[in-house]
C-alpha cells in the first residue's frame, strides 16, 4: 500500500475517468487497482496514462480542508455552515479534476504529445485551479452569509 493509500484513490479516479473516457473515444480500459487508463490512439495502438497522487484531486483539496479546520477554530464558527461548504467545494475539485482526466486523454488520443502538455499543464492544472479558488470563495461566503 503506498503512501496514506493514495493508491487507491489514483486507482478509483482513474477507474472513473476510464469510464467517462470511454464515450468519447470509442474505448478506453482500466485494470482494476492500477492507477493506468489505456487510450485508443489510431492504428489500433493504446497509450497509457497515469493518474499519480500529485494529479490527484485529493492534493487539489488539502486547501479546502485547511481553510475549513482553520476556519471552525474561531470563535465565529458555524459548523454546520462550514461542512456544507467544505462538502460542496471538496465535490466541485472532484468533478473538476474528473474533467481534467477526460480533457488530457482527449487532447492526448487526438493530438499526441502537443496534446498532452497542453491540456495536462495549462488547461487542465487551470480548470482545477479555478475550482479550487471557487471552492474557497464559497467557503469562505459560507462561513459569513
Known sequence: MGL?????WCAWEAAVGARAIAPLLGSSYHAP???LIFLPVGDGRYRALE???QCSSLVASLPILLVAAAASLLPSARPRATI??????????????????VLIAVATARWGDDGFTLSHR???SGLVL?????SL?????????
Open 33 to 35: 487497482g492500477s492507477p
Open 122 to 124: 495549462l488547461v487542465g
Open 4 to 8: 496514506l493509500g493514495l493508491d487507491r
Open 84 to 101: 456544507l461548504a467544505s462538502a460542496a467545494g471538496l465535490a466541485i475539485v472532484a468533478v473538476a479534476n474528473q474533467a481534467r482526466i
Open 137 to 145: 470563495a464559497l467557503l469562505v461566503r459560507g462561513r459569513h452569509g
Open 51 to 53: 493518474v499519480t497522487w
Open 130 to 134: 479555478v475550482s479550487v479558488i471557487g
